[in-house]
């Protein structure tokens, strides 16, 4: 991690954050923003963290197509589940190291 400040002093420009509203099971909406998309098994998926709880742990979505726009889809199938966290733990050892 970069202990750069990004505020209105940076000399270079910052993607918009990505904002998703995502309902919980109990029907609680949060806002989450992403800030990791990866790829496994030929399936782009994106890792979400909550925008008012950034300690909280991520959230795992599969990115579908509809049409032209991309949705994120719950994961159901525990053997994609297992697999899609095989590569998420690997990809983050790699970042730690």
Known sequence: MSDHVHDENCDHEHDEEAVFVVTDEDGNEHEMVLVYTFESADQAYAVLLDRND????????????DGEDEVLVNIEDDEEWERVMKVYEELVAQEAD
Do not use: K, L, T
Not at 54 to 65: L, M, N, S, T
């Open 54 to 65: 950034p300690e909280d742990d991520g959230v795992i979505f599969r990115i579908e197509e």
